[in-house]
DNA sequence: AAAATAGTTTAGAACTGTTCTAAACTATTG
DNA sequence: CAATAGTTTAGAACAGTTCTAAACTATTTT
């Protein structure tokens, strides 16, 4: 077995990419927060959640750098905003089509994969507006 | 005609049974409040528009007094709380099962009757938590 | 390889919506 | 009419987020 398979030669090379592919530089904080977010499967995560996790593993950045980044990562599709509380705001790694269970004991929140609901028989848009998006939140206690 | 039959005898005695009802005094405040919130069909409101409105009508009360009613009134299920963006929260004074079209440019949030939407084949909620609500927002842009 | 440019990061101030505090006030009860 | 318990209030405090402008860095140009 050649080990060296296993060793990129350009690491992180798909961050990098995914990055550039979106016009932002692929910077050491943005790389390093691309990586948290885009490397570890589906998670919601709040701006400060994400900023201290960053501390905790050694990465200098600052909060605001880490608003900025969710914010651009979001208008560049590579995630999505969901608001389920006023007054803290949770990006969501996955941004394919799908909802939410929401604990409001817990404040966790889990996915519902888009196939497993059905929201029919809504009624037309006012106006001259459309629909950008169609959120379900179920909410447990 | 009998002017009088338009003239209750007890006046706001409604609003005042509604308060009663739910152990909360009747306060010059609460009275006030309630009745721009429950004479005038459904609205969605922030607390900072129903301040600005009483404030407006000549109604003396404060911001913190405006919140600690809109929190009692949601206790008591005289209104329900809508969070469609992380900030702000919306108190609506449409409590039946409904759910709402979301203009994001605008702001303005519109009812959908319940039964103008069905939701079906939800899975089931995970270990031993249950469904408070369900909440489905259609954003508009 | 330097220099120029444009994009990025940052600390800290500022801001927004909301909650807290504790003193003054008022509706209800005895 | 007191006593009591609930209510209101101004202002301070708080939490999450955004802003500012100066320092820094990735990329482009020479
Ligand atoms: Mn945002
Ligand atoms: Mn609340
Ligand atoms: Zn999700
Ligand atoms: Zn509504």
Do not use: C, W
């Not at 909060?63 to 705001?89: C, D, I």
């Not at 929401?102 to 996915?111: A, F, I, K, Q, V």
């Amino acid at each position: 077995m050649d080990e060296r398979e296993n060793v990129p030669q350009r690491p992180y090379a798909e961050v990098i990419d995914r990055l550039r592919s979106v016009d932002l530089r692929p910077t050491r904080q943005r790389l390093a927060l691309a990586r948290l977010l885009l490397e570890h499967g589906d998670r919601h995560i709040t701006a400060e959640q994400l900023h201290g996790e960053a501390i905790d593993r050694g990465i200098r950045v600052s909060l605001a750098t880490v608003y900025n980044t969710l914010h651009q990562f979001t208008s560049a599709g590579l995630l999505r905003e969901v608001v389920v509380e006023a007054g803290r705001s949770y990006f969501d790694t996955n941004t394919s089509d799908h909802h939410h269970f929401y604990n409001e004991t817990t404040g966790d929140l889990h996915d519902i994969p888009g196939s497993e609901v059905s929201v029919t028989s809504l009624p037309e848009p006012p106006d001259g507006s459309s629909v950008a998006r169609v959120d379900v939140i179920v909410r447990l206690k």
